[in-house]
Nanobody, 129 residues
Framework: QLQLVESGGGLVQPGGSLRLSCAAS????????VVWFRQAPGKEREGVSC????????KYTDSVKGRFTISRDNAKNTVYLQMNSLKAEDTAVYYC??????????????????????WGQGTQVTVSS
């Protein structure tokens, strides 16, 4: 079965940290750019961070710059989102999505949701005291 599986969400106090994982099953993530999205209740899904397939190019939405770090380990077929200094406004369901933009291996933007080849099921992140 070809799928992305997120893990690592949970409840954390403001100022705390979490590391989300996005693992590919049944296919190699190597040629895919990966984007983390999040969706809070009553809000539209927004792009949080992306990483190009070559790992050389990353992008972050302004609200998480300096706090979140995206990385990938193609040997483990996994992309990570390290989230530090978490705030209540980071509370949302976090999704990862993969899209191939070959032959480019560095392009990294928040493409429209319909362009992605694979989506994960989401993991809940709740920041609350």
């Amino acid at each position: 079965q070809l799928q992305l599986v997120e893990s690592g969400g949970g409840l954390v106090q403001p100022g705390g940290s979490l590391r989300l994982s996005c693992a590919a099953s049944g296919f190699s993530l190597d040629p895919y750019a990966v984007v983390w999205f999040r969706q809070a209740p009553g809000k539209e899904r927004e792009g949080v961070s992306c990483i190009g397939s070559s790992d050389g190019n990353t992008k972050y939405t302004d609200s998480v710059k300096g706090r979140f770090t995206i990385s990938r380990d193609n040997a483990k077929n996994t992309v990570y989102l390290q989230m530090n200094s978490l705030k209540a406004e980071d509370t949302a369901v976090y999704y990862c999505a993969a899209v191939s933009k070959l032959p480019s291996r560095s392009i990294c933007v928040f493409w429209a949701t319909a362009e992605y080849h694979y989506w994960g099921q989401g993991t809940q992140v709740t920041v609350s005291s």
